[in-house]
């Protein structure tokens, strides 16, 4: 990394249009008194020099975009490799959902699991170059992780305040990196007030959350790699759970930086997602209203998404919908806790419930028609969910098989325990899935292997679809309609004729839309018809429940 000595970072007032200039510490404007102030850095230096050169030489992460970040000297950077997180494919969500580009930006792999391990790294740095021994934060939990991991390496004493409804997995890895830990009971908003006091009555530096520079500057990071990733283009969306907005209010300033520096052609829309029992911005976009009425109660176990006062941040975030486009969803903790189970069955992803709540925000914009089968897609994976919490997964999540009993004998009661693995794997129903795509047969038999009580035997056209039906008999048929040879229709038919697999329940799943003339040629027929890439998981479910009463 190359030391900067000539950085010059301006602050423009984020109401007025006061131009200061960078030093730090500057919270305010002095002419309107404004607290939110914005960076602005000598783009056409960079646009005349060579950037995209220097940058094809450096390591990925945070730091490979020190231009456009608040630290003046790098000899200041606390870095723990944060960033330069990959832009996953969900192959089986984005078969089911129906979209051709939807990329996952996989936050959970930072150095604490979330995101917030890039506003650490750059609001701690800014620490340590104003010379700042010490700080208090106000927290949802990661935030106080990440930052308490960050202070620790940078010799920064941290107290860091959380609502008590932050899970306490998460409070105890604040204590581990030798924090202050507050635990306030009371709302997340309250919590914030009481850390200020107590900041203000201490002589202690506040770290001012989304209204500091550090914050919002460290979120581009994620708009320059993106862009990178997409050889310099911004995606048609960015999707994400959001509490404060801090991070699509820093990803859209990095797309518009970028936009000026000449390596993208847009800003993304910005698709939001809230907590449905704290969803202030959710509900004042849908009413097209540029402000915010405060929810003073959050009603979600979702810690993390609780702000219930958004303030200046939607107004800006509002703005930002308003001139590059946007969505916004809300979704309920169980409808988050569903989609949770459901990624993490399907595409191995286990992530946190804060953002379990963008992915069945993004299920409710894809029905909807906002986001297209065409459109490029990027949803910050925001967070790792390291301490499943007990309420996802229920009681029955392990199979108990006792051997206590069994080391002590002298020979193995090998009978006895082979019937109790037998009981691990006892079957109920098979299915029998026709299916010519490869990728589609796998989610299906994913999906129906997750749930335990089903056996799947695929077949790939639908002469060996009769065949295996013939041969096993199945409990359930799922069958495509577009196959090449014998189609689907010509399959049902063929089993419809015969006395012996007649009754055999026949579920149809195709991507294709169906005449009226094909419609009646089924109806009578089938017991469920489902459109690919329009389904969710339950969905299939609920149908092969229901066609096997
Ligand atoms: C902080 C956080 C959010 C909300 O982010 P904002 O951009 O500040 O609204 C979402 N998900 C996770 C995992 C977070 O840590
Ligand atoms: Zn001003």
Known sequence: MSMVTTKRIQLRCTNCGHIMQYDGTRTMCPRCDENILEAKYDLEALRQGDWLAQLARRKPGVWRYHELLP??????????????????????????????????????????????????????????????????????????????????????KLWAFLTSQVPGEKMREVAIYGAEVIKVTGTYDETKAIAAQFAQSKGLFLDRGIKSIAAVESMKTMAFEIAEDLEWRAPDWFIQGVSGGMGPIGVAKGFEELRQLGLVDKVPALGIVQSEGCAPMV???????????????????????????????YELLWALMQKYGGAAESASDEEAFEALRLLARIDGLSVEPATAVTFAGLFKMVRAGTIKPDDVVVLNCSGHTFPVEKHILGDQWAHDVDVSDVGRKVSLPEEGLLSALEQVDAAVSRVVVIEDTPSAARLISRILQTRGQYKVEIAEDGPRGID???????????????????????????????????RIPVIVLTAKELTPRERDRLSGQIDALLQKGGFLDEELLQSIVKSLQ
């Open 71 to 156: 630290v003046l000297d790098t000899r200041h950077v606390v870095t723990m490799g944060e960033g330069g997180t990959p832009m996953l494919k969900a192959p089986n969500l984005g078969l089911m959902l129906g979209l051709k580009n939807l990329y996952i930006k996989d936050e959970r792999q930072g150095p604490t699991g979330s995101f917030k391990d890039r506003q650490a790294a750059v609001a701690i740095s800014v620490l340590r170059e104003m010379g700042i021994p010490s700080v208090v934060v106000a927290s949802t939990g990661n935030v106080a992780i990440a930052y308490a991991a960050y202070a620790a390496r940078a010799g920064i």
């Open 283 to 313: 509900h004042a976009f849908k009413a097209g209203q540029r402000i915010a009425v405060p929810v003073e109660n959050p009603q979600t176990i979702i810690a993390t998404l609780s702000t219930g006062r958004p303030g200046r941040a």
């Open 468 to 502: 295996l039906v013939r041969r096993i008999k199945p409990d359930v048929i799922i069958t495509d309609l577009m196959m090449p040879g014998m189609d689907g229709f010509q399959v049902i038919d063929t089993l419809k004729a015969d006395p012996e697999l007649s």
